[in-house]
């Protein structure tokens, strides 16, 4: 594409809830390709749709968009040379246009009732005709449109779409295609309140926000002939567009839906907003890479690339046309990468929220020393809770005796054991309390008294950390210190004990 042409893409959601995750998936798509070609990127809002209309959508969308880094430079929230960026602050326009398509012979008023209109249903389903607006009121003479106004009927404005003939455009991602005008519907441009339709209101946005490219999900592509005719009975140049593909069901079948959320292989469900990864602790870098990943390529056979780098390389000829399935486990899998990679500050930073989320009066200085230990084990950031969130309780909660009770040992060789262990281990200066040093003098434990590492460990792993899965034993021991460690242990000896 030649550099001389200006690009200017635009993401433009509804606000009737939480951000899908496909939406992200566009909204990047836009923001990339905008980013690579040095162009811009605008949000829009498109609040058409009263009926679903929430107020809460718009902050908790911009939350969304904003946490993933997507960055706009034009938009409601900053203003711009084409605002409003809201559709219902620009009535007037759609209102204007939508007439002077009637004026020109390119759109009518059509006046039929709700009741009309479900009759004119009824009938088509009896007599099993193709259902959709029958062009009743499409050659209405000027005497009947004048009686119906004079009943005071509501009207909408409907597209006039050719009868004949056919409609062929260039996608950028699927390619030319095709469409026979005769199959196509007249379409509602503005409804009887006065707002427009998505079909209306994005061609007349597009065209004086001056977009150069529309980048939408696949889902629009029927809609595309009707989009093309209304741009050419504008007589405006029409933007290109690019219809990406549809983001599947890990099982590759059906659409991601909130409506219908897909589960995974044990049955779990699997979220499809923003919110539910920003809230489950996923970084937003992963979930950009992940996203991105999702029917585009970024070549050389890499998966794990920063935005950056992505913005470098992309464009529309790496896009693949066909639907991709959303693999969940690749996402985790990303979500591991990421916070291996992480400088321990940083990483710090981000485990403290879901700490303290999680009722935990964090100490930062032992959330540093927690870091090296609990990164390669954890796949998101709420991970930590669970994993270490036992560093942060005020009050230390002991793990039943019959958790710390390993395979093939008893009470008494349990008891045995611990015994052993703070033994040696109160034997050790505290200044020499660490890891290598704890591990050389215990694991000799395993020879003198007949049981294996697994067995040892697991039992000190539990007493210590009072929980079955957790962060390494001897490197809690090294975090939590002498005393507490072998306090932790005569607790854990005592309660075993009473199982004697």
Do not use: C
Request: charged content about 25%; overall charge negative; glycine content about 6%.
């Amino acid at each position: 594409m030649p550099d001389s042409i200006p690009v200017r893409t635009r993401f433009a959601p509804s606000p009737t809830g939480s951000l899908h995750i496909g939406g992200l998936r566009t909204a990047l798509f836009n923001w990339l390709f905008a980013r690579h070609h040095h162009g811009q990127f605008i949000l829009r809002i498109e609040d058409t749709d009263q009926k679903r209309y929430d107020p809460n959508a718009l902050q908790t969308l911009i939350e969304a968009l904003r946490w993933a880094g997507v960055d706009w430079d034009e938009g409601p929230d900053i203003g711009g040379p084409f605002a409003p960026y809201v559709q219902s602050e620009r009535l007037d326009l759609y209102q204007q246009w939508a007439n002077w398509l009637v004026e020109h012979g390119k759109a009518y008023r059509s006046y039929e009732t709700a009741e009309e209109l479900e009759q004119m249903r009824k009938g088509q389903e009896q007599r099993k005709e193709q259902p959709g607006y029958n062009r009743a009121h499409r050659s209405l003479t000027p005497e009947q449109r004048a009686a119906y106004e004079a009943e005071g009927r509501a009207y909408v404005v409907r597209f006039a779409m050719p009868l004949e003939g056919q409609t062929t455009v260039r996608d950028l991602v699927q390619g030319e295609v095709t469409f026979d005008n005769a199959v196509q519907q007249d379409m509602v441009l503005l409804k009887s309140d006065g707002f427009p339709t998505y079909h209306l209101a994005h061609v007349i946005d597009d065209h004086l926000m001056e977009i150069s490219h529309v980048m939408r999900a696949a889902e629009w592509l029927p809609s595309l002939p009707l989009h093309v005719q209304l741009w050419q009975a504008f007589g405006w140049k029409m933007p290109e567009y690019a219809h990406l593909p549809v983001m599947l069901n890990p099982n590759g079948k059906g659409k991601m839906s909130k409506r219908n959320p897909p589960k995974d292989a044990r049955g779990n469900v699997i979220p499809v907003l923003v919110h539910d990864y920003m809230n489950a602790g996923y970084l937003p870098e992963a979930m950009d890479n992940f996203l991105t990943n999702i029917g585009w390529n970024f070549g050389d056979e890499r998966e794990v690339f920063s935005m950056a780098e992505a913005i470098e390389r992309f464009d529309t000829d790496r896009i693949n046309a066909a639907n991709s399935a959303f693999p969940p486990e690749k996402l985790d899998w990303l979500n591991g990468v990421y916070i291996r990679d992480m400088d321990d500050v940083e990483l710090a930073r981000r485990l403290r929220q879901p700490l303290e989320a999680a009722g935990f009066e964090v100490n930062v200085d032992t959330l540093l020393r927690v870091v090296p230990i609990v990164k390669t084990r954890i796949k998101t950031l709420n991970d930590v809770v669970s994993m270490a969130g036992f560093f942060f309780r005020e009050t230390f909660l002991p793990a039943a005796p019959e958790q710390i009770i390993q395979k093939k040992m008893d009470a008494a060789s349990t008891v045995q054991t611990l015994q052993a262990a703070v033994a040696v281990l109160a034997g050790i200066d505290e200044a020499d309390f660490v890891t290598q040093t704890l591990y050389d003098a215990v694991q000799p434990l395993t020879e003198t008294l007949g049981i294996s590492n697994g067995q040892l460990f697991g039992a000190l792993r539990v007493a210590v950390t009072g929980q079955t899965v957790s962060t390494p034993t001897f490197e809690s021991m090294e975090i939590i210190g002498k005393d507490e460690t072998l306090r932790r242990l005569k607790q854990a000896t005592a309660l075993v004990s009473a199982k004697l």
